[in-house]
């Protein structure tokens, strides 16, 4: 059984830093990505950042470009989402998502392209 378990989110200033984990347990090797999504509310879940399991190359949103780092360890099954210079706008629940099906590599900022979910972590930028 796969389980995606993130942590990490909490409540910090505008310009602030957090670091986000998503710990996986049961995902098999050959899994093919793992994103970060987020969703504010009234608003539909947009995808931030993925990594590619075959040799750790990383997409961004445009509007985390520059201020969110995915990294992953693998001896660990945790991939992380550094997240720096904070806005009120980033405020939402983040998910981290495992996708063991292969589509075009342009495909993972996209919900559908995942197979399993984490239960997701608050994370609110206010002052």
């Known amino acids: 059984q796969v389980q995606l378990v993130e942590s990490g989110g909490g409540l910090v200033q505008p310009g602030g830093s957090l670091r986000l984990s998503c710990a996986a347990s049961?995902?098999?090797?050959?899994?093919?990505?793992i994103g970060w999504f987020r969703q504010a509310p009234g608003k539909e879940r947009e995808g931030v950042s993925y990594?590619?399991?075959?040799?750790?190359?990383?997409y961004y949103a445009d509007f985390v470009k520059g201020r969110f780092t995915i990294s992953r360890d693998n001896a660990k099954n945790t991939v992380y989402l550094q997240m720096n210079s904070l806005k009120p706008d980033d405020t939402a629940v983040y998910y981290c998502?495992?996708?063991?099906?292969?589509?075009?590599?342009?495909?993972?900022?996209?919900?559908?392209?995942?197979?399993?979910w984490g239960q997701g972590t608050q994370v609110t930028v206010s002052s």
């Open positions: 998502a495992a996708a063991q099906t292969r589509y075009n590599d342009t495909y993972y900022d996209r919900p559908w392209a995942y197979d399993y």
């Open positions: 990594i590619f399991s075959s040799d750790g190359s990383a």
């Open positions: 049961g995902l098999s090797s050959d899994y093919y990505a």
